[in-house]
């Protein structure tokens, strides 16, 4: 067994963020289904969410860590990929700030429209709702629009591809996937099917779920 381990379902975007950085930095993480509820899971991540990551390779005991972008960061530091997760404090701030962004402002905007229209909740079918949070994720993928066409290059923060494509890529191919009303969006077209030459995409992007 790989001495790095992700806990988590497949399907799970969050997951999946995990697993397509572990593409890009040629780490070997073996995943493995787990309840969220069990205590053994909950003693690991009191928020009882997945993904969980396991490192216990190297010397002393093993380390365990919770929140999907903070493990992409960890696994960028840790293989001293400075690419993906830059040293030099305004360029690391950025792209820190974008993560933090997809974490927090994009995933709240998007949340009952997706129960609603791919999760089919029963709890989520208010049709006023459903529209405020359409429009709501359209106006937050409209800001992405305008980052990717500020750009200069082909990525979120130009020429280079960092974590920030990662977690937002991911975020994108969801609002895309989802059966709503889309703004017409150029730029993220563009941009993800530039992502989609990436074998990490590939994998865990569009063929693993919306
Ligand atoms: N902020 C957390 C959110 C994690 C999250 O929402 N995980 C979902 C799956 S994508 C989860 O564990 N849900 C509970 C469940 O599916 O049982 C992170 O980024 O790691």
Redesign the pocket.
Known sequence: MSGLRVL??AA????RKVLWTGVELGLDLTREDVD?QADAFRALNP?????VLIDDEGAGSAFSM????SICRYLARREGRIDLLPDEPRQRALVEMWMDWQ?GELNNSWRYAFMATVRKSAQHQDATLIEASVANWNRHMTMLEDQLLRSDGPFVLGETFTLADVVLGLSAHRWRAAPIAHAALPAIDAWIHHLLERPGFATHGPAAGP
């Not at 799970?12 to 997951?15: A, D, F, H, L």
């Not at 928020?47 to 993904?51: F, I, K, R, S």
């Open positions: 988590g379902r799970s975007i969050n997951v969220v928020n009882a969410m997945m993904p919770w929140e999907s972008n974490g």
